[in-house]
């Protein structure tokens, strides 16, 4: 392909922009002639396509600007498809988060029945953009960053034809956090998981292996000073052997993070809320062409970087390593060939190579990840098939809920106050 046909679906989304930056940051590697902006919300549409086409000509790229509603038009010619899909819009993000704090559990978008529910209206929506890209532009890339991104990545890559890669700014930024910390680039990082339940397990720089000398020197050790903690206490990280991501506070701090949410004044979704009405003021501005500084505070910081990147690296054939949500193929041996993981792979036109990684013998990363891969295995038979059984399966093996009465009583709750996006659960 000479010239590029970029696709973005949910283009309605406040990050649009964070992802127009990257397309002209690298204007002279990637030649985009096409970029079609979908969104079924025309009112989000028209306002953030309109910063978008003014950041598109103030950088003087000779790309055309499409706007749409329909699906099939954008991705008619399509060579790379970005989804930033949210299903229920932010509306269904509070309900997810605040309904289950009514029987004691975690509201979170991306894990815990919050997630799992974002799911349910996920999967399907994303398998319905999958068909119609089998008939319209089947060898199309779809880059998929709607949440919860792990789980999609195992409907997508397991009942699709179409190429698919999940991405998440969380590996991004905490490889960055690390080599901030040691003050050192180029560092040969193990990143090992699912997203959002990984763990950077190896940090080496010309052969030393940095953070096993971190964790033998225990506690008072100078290299575990350098450890970026986040919200967790170098004993635990002594204890567990890695560097968790942010998310796992969630797992290691379960009570602890319930408190903090059943206090909170407003939940997430309703401070998002207001952070994209203010940004969407902003965006009205039609004497504003550049992405706003006041974007970083939605959370979405370097996803342009993640995602533009990839394409960056598949369109030139770079062989780029990047941390992606792929299939397995043995790169695991403690995990299925079709089980979506978060690990470092080899980008190129080709596609996508997950770095094999041998002899891995930290046990609790082990069982975790193959607990929580069991929960998504069952999350996306219940929303392909609307199965009820396998639901509930699934909540009760989630580390964040397992209690049977909490967990079919919130199911309930909260299938009933989602129904407009579940059709499959009406038969």
Same mark, same amino acid.
Request: one cysteine or more; hydrophobic letters at 40%; proline letters at 3%.
């Given at each position: ?56 000509? @103030? =950088? *003087? ?23 930033? #899909?949210?299903? *229920? ?8 988060? $605040? ?17 799992? %529910? ?10 319905? #953009? ?34 698919? #890669? ?58 575990? @000073? ?10 635990? #990280? ?92 043995? =790169? ?40 929580? $891969? ?8 219940? =929303? ?26 919130? %199911? ?13 659960? $009406? $038969?």
């Amino acid at each position: 392909m000479s010239n590029i046909k970029l696709t973005i679906i949910g283009a309605g989304s406040t990050y649009t922009p964070e992802l127009l930056e990257g397309v002209i940051i690298r204007k002279d590697s990637l030649p985009v002639s096409e970029i079609a902006l979908m969104d079924i919300n025309k009112e989000k549409l028209s306002i953030v396509g309109g910063l978008c086409k003014r950041m598109i000509e @103030k =950088a *003087g790229l000779k790309a055309k600007v499409i706007l749409t509603e329909d699906l099939e038009e954008a991705l008619k010619g399509a060579d790379f498809v970005l989804a930033q #899909i949210r299903v *229920g819009q932010l509306a269904c993000r509070v309900l997810d988060e $605040k309904i289950p704090l009514k029987y004691g559990l975690i509201g979170q978008e991306t894990t815990g029945i919050g997630g799992f %529910f974002k799911a349910l209206r996920t999967i399907p929506a994303l398998l319905n #953009i999958t068909n119609h890209m089998e008939r319209i532009c089947p060898d199309a890339w779809l880059i998929n960053f709607s949440n919860p991104s792990g789980i999609l990545a195992q409907a997508l890559q397991n009942y699709t034809k179409i190429k698919t #890669i999940g991405l998440c700014n969380v590996p991004i930024n905490m490889i960055t956090g690390v080599e901030q910390a040691l003050g050192e680039k180029d560092l040969d990082i193990e990143y090992v998981g699912l997203n959002h339940l990984s763990y950077i397990t190896g940090v080496k720089k010309g052969g030393k292996d940095l953070l096993s000398e971190a964790l033998e020197q225990g506690t008072g050790g100078q290299g575990m @000073k350098n450890i970026p903690l986040q919200g967790f206490s170098s004993e635990l #990280i002594h204890t567990i052997g890695a560097l968790p991501s942010s998310y796992l506070e969630y797992f290691y701090f379960k009570e602890d993070k319930l408190k903090h949410l059943m206090e909170e004044e407003k939940c997430r979704g309703e401070v998002c809320m207001e952070i994209e009405d203010r940004l969407l003021k902003l965006y009205r501005d039609e004497n504003l062409s550049v992405k706003p500084k006041e974007l970083e505070s939605r959370g979405g910081a370097r996803y342009s970087e993640a995602a533009i990147s990839l394409v960056d690296a598949i369109y030139n054939d770079k062989k780029e390593v990047h941390v992606v949500n792929t299939l397995n193929h043995g =790169a695991l041996e403690f995990m299925a060939d079709d089980d979506s993981v978060e690990l470092s792979a080899i980008i190129g036109k080709n596609g996508v190579t997950p770095v094999p990684i041998r002899g891995f013998r930290n046990q609790h990363v082990m069982e975790l990840m193959q607990t929580v $891969k069991a929960y998504e295995r069952h999350t996306v038979q219940a =929303a392909i098939n609307g199965d009820e059984d396998e639901a509930v399966k699934a909540l009760l093996i989630h580390p964040l809920i397992g209690d049977y009465n909490k967990a079919t009583a919130c %199911f309930k709750e909260m299938k009933e106050a989602h129904k407009a996006y579940l059709p499959q659960f $009406k $038969k």
